[in-house]
């Protein structure tokens, strides 16, 4: 491809426009978020090469220098990596309780809703989109996200519950001395 004109956009943000132009009849502007290795370099009249994906150009290259543009996809697996173990938990959570309840169906204490149901499900929440968002502004891999959910889950599962004190109506102030 052949660069028509290159040209700097905004004030505050700058971002570059390269125009470019293919042997035949096309012609298409190709943006750049930031000034970057090739950008800067362009000049009109240039042969660039172009890579494709899905009929849109995300990246240029000249002289073995190479810049994507805004539209490169990006690999961010690691919500994906949460919702992910956030299913796996949630259904090993469900087995547990349930297979509890097909065994025990009269006596199955721990594992109702009231001591341990309520909070398991809402760290398990919890853990899931923090870590998988934590991950995803910090840039860590996507497979670090399923072992960290596991163990932050745990973590606050350790952590001891805090009990509120009873509330003593005034009625019965006086049966409880």
């Not at 398991?120 to 399923?146: E, K, N, S, Y």
């Amino acid at each position: 491809m052949t660069v028509v004109k290159t040209e700097e956009t905004g004030t505050r943000t700058h971002s570059y426009k390269a125009t470019l132009k293919n042997e035949g009849s096309w012609r298409g502007i190709v943006l750049f978020k930031d000034q970057g290795p090739l950008s800067e370099r362009l000049e009109p009249g240039d042969q660039v090469t172009a890579t494709l994906w899905r009929r849109h150009i995300v990246g240029l290259s000249k002289d073995g220098v190479q810049q994507n543009t805004t539209d490169v996809p990006r690999d961010e697996l690691q919500m994906k990596a949460a919702l992910g173990t956030l299913a796996a938990l949630l259904a090993a959570q469900m087995l547990v309780f349930g297979a509890v309840r097909l065994v025990r169906p009269r006596s199955a204490e721990p594992f109702t809703w009231d001591p341990y149901g309520a909070r398991i499900l809402v760290t398990i929440f919890g853990a899931c989109f923090g870590v998988g968002f934590l991950a995803l502004m910090v840039g860590v891999p996507w497979w670090f996200v399923p072992p960290a959910v596991p163990v932050v889950c745990a973590a606050v599962m350790l952590y001891p519950m805090r009990r509120r004190p009873a509330v003593l109506w005034p009625e019965d102030r006086h049966k409880a001395a």
